[in-house]
């Protein structure tokens, strides 16, 4: 089993539907969590952690559910610019290990 | 600099060719990260250095990669006698502090793409 997997999708949405994805993860002594975006041919970058209690940003909620160990990214109004790959990423322990591990990414299209 | 640096942006090479790909971190970052990145795939984790010093180099593919940091700035991943299998973007990132402590700010480079032909 992959330490974090992911929907590939693609997720085609129309503009201004809510859409969620979810995330798995192997490693229940994980405690770091994140989303990163990346558009095509581009670098990932952060869009936002994940903390226990959750967290919102602007049109984007993400949430940890640690009992069965997934993290999910819920986005609100859809926008066109919203078109990317988002990837998940864990890093599986708290114990000096730096080892941010991704998953597969899943593809949203947002279709006008 | 103001962001991660990576060169070359695309290499193409012959199989069995050596190459070299150059990672300028953000001035002052200490750790600094590979990972490989095949298409439609999520990035996958090489190797990590802290300063100068390797410290998970776990995830290179085999013994044609190596990663080295000398002087723990730049960084430099070279890969032997390259593969077709090889083919992927290398990208590089790093972070002022450790990912655990500073949990929120690794930013990655542009990356290299390399093609074996």
């Known amino acids: 089993r992959k330490e974090v997997e992911q929907d590939p999708g693609p997720f085609n949405v129309p503009e201004g539907a809510t859409v969620a994805f979810n995330c798995t993860y192997s490693?229940?002594?994980?405690?770091?969590f994140f989303w990163y975006r990346q558009d095509c041919r581009k670098e990932p970058k952060l869009l936002m952690s994940?903390?226990?209690s959750g967290n919102e940003d602007g049109r984007f909620t993400a949430q940890l559910n640690r009992a069965s160990q997934y993290i999910s990214l819920l986005i609100r109004d859809s926008k066109l610019s919203d078109s990317a790959t988002y990837l998940c990423?864990?890093?599986?322990?708290?114990?000096?290990?730096?080892?941010?591990?991704f998953g597969t990414g899943t593809r949203l299209t947002i279709i006008p | 600099g103001a962001g991660v640096s990576q060169s070359p942006r695309y290499k193409v090479a012959k199989r069995g060719q050596d190459v070299a790909l150059r990672c300028d971190p953000i001035?002052?970052?200490?750790?600094l990260f590979w990972y490989q990145q095949a298409l439609g795939q999520g990035p996958e984790f090489l190797t990590y250095?802290?300063?100068?010093?390797?410290?998970?180099k776990s995830g290179l593919p085999s013994d044609r990669f190596f990663a080295e940091r000398p002087e723990g700035s730049v960084s430099t991943l070279k890969i032997q006698r390259t593969q077709q299998e090889d083919s992927a973007v290398y990208l590089c990132?790093?972070?002022?502090?450790?990912?655990?402590?500073?949990?929120?700010?690794?930013?990655f480079g542009a990356g290299s793409r390399l093609t074996v032909l």
């Open positions: 001035s002052g970052h200490v750790s």
């Open positions: 490693n229940s002594a994980s405690q770091s």
């Open positions: 990132a790093s972070s002022l502090d450790t990912l655990v402590l500073v949990a929120n700010v690794l930013t």
């Open positions: 250095f802290q300063n100068e010093a390797q410290l998970d």
């Open positions: 990423a864990v890093i599986p322990s708290n114990f000096g290990n730096e080892k941010l591990t």
């Open positions: 994940v903390y226990s």
